[in-house]
Nanobody, 121 residues
Framework: QVQLVESGGGLVQAGGSLRLSCAASGIIFTTNAMGWYRQAPGKQRELVATIFNSGSTNYTDSVKGRFTISRDNAKNTVYLQMNSLKPEDTAVYSC???????????????WGKGTLVTVSS
């Protein structure tokens, strides 16, 4: 069984920074991509950033230039460095991983439980 555990959320003032971490544990053969989603109260969940096994990254427009996603493949951990935070960044941030648990089976997506980020004005 694969588990994703996020950490690093909290309360920060506008303009501040936070660094989120998500560690994947369990039987993992290879990881295709890892990413961060967020869901603000009353809004749909949105994809914030993705990092692929190649190292390439994607960001939603609202965080470009402020957030940086990175990963440590040896530790199966993905990070989200969030700078210049705004009140509209307030949300529950969840980690997602698309990975293989065997060499022959299809990849599957796993989710963490999420960590709350609150940005005060």
């Amino acid at each position: 069984q694969v588990q994703l555990v996020e950490s690093g959320g909290g309360l920060v003032q506008a303009g501040g920074s936070l660094r989120l971490s998500c560690a994947a544990s369990g039987i993992i053969f290879t990881t295709n991509a890892m990413g961060w989603y967020r869901q603000a109260p009353g809004k749909q969940r949105e994809l914030v950033a993705t990092i692929f096994n190649s190292g390439s990254t994607n960001y939603t427009d609202s965080v470009k230039g402020r957030f940086t996603i990175s990963r440590d493949n040896a530790k199966n951990t993905v990070y989200l460095q969030m700078n210049s935070l705004k009140p509209e960044d307030t949300a529950v941030y969840s980690c997602n991983a698309d990975l293989h648990t065997t060499s022959w089976g299809p990849s599957m997506r796993y989710w963490g439980k999420g960590t709350l980020v609150t940005v005060s004005s």
